[in-house]
């Protein structure tokens, strides 16, 4: 199993890198948390990979912190969740606050993740609230932001990568930038991804 790649950044999307490494471009599929701390494309690039392996398909996944990668695993042995919505979640919210949130009960705050639903929210507190493991500090400085008209394509490509419309979603990305959201995509997707629901 695939458990570390690094190598050159080929590119970088909302929720996706591809990495080559070895003369292989490797495709991850990476949360927003990890995105907004990839260097820019042609840097060099280290992810925590997740190998995940169905009949059909060997899926990878990627993250900078070890604390990501451990939520993501906690995740997919609740029922009902899957890789696929995994990342959405880890997307949704920073790993420290969502085991905040799911320790302390926090409901209505899941829910506000786009595919959650309370049933799910519900699961999740239950079969996580004691099994979490406690953040290990391991996350990166968040670098600069590219020019604002390329966060605010990022931050439109990221929830429509999270299955928002594209009417809603960009109505969202205006309201966020006219609430005084910061620039710098996390902290505007997340504002952003508030205002959508």
């Not at 899926?59 to 604390?67: A, I, M």
């Not at 920073?94 to 829910?111: Q, T």
């Not at 391991?138 to 009417?167: F, H, I, K, M, Y």
């Amino acid at each position: 199993m695939i458990a570390l790649l690094r190598g050159v950044l080929v590119e970088k999307h909302p929720n996706q890198a591809v990495v080559e490494t070895g003369g292989v471009g490797y495709d991850v599929t990476i949360p927003v948390s990890t995105f907004t701390h990839l260097p820019d494309a042609g840097g060099e690039v280290r992810l925590r990979i997740h190998t995940h392996v169905r009949e059909d398909a060997l899926s990878l996944y990627g993250f900078l912190t070890q604390d990501e990668k451990s939520l993501f695993e906690k995740l997919i042995a609740v029922s009902g969740i899957g890789p696929k919505l995994a990342i959405t979640i880890l997307s949704g919210l920073p790993a420290v606050e969502l085991i905040g949130s799911i320790r302390r009960g926090e409901v209505e705050r899941l829910v506000r993740i786009p595919g959650i639903g309370k049933k799910t929210a519900e699961r999740m507190v239950l079969e996580l609230r004691d099994k979490l493991p406690a953040p290990s500090g391991d996350e990166q400085a968040t670098p600069a932001a590219p020019a604002l008209s390329a966060v605010d394509q990022d931050v439109l490509s990221a929830l429509l990568n999270l299955g928002c419309g594209r009417p809603q979603a960009e109505a969202a990305v205006r309201k966020a930038k006219a609430a005084g959201a910061p620039a710098d995509f996390e902290p505007l997707f997340r504002r952003a991804l508030e205002l959508v629901r």
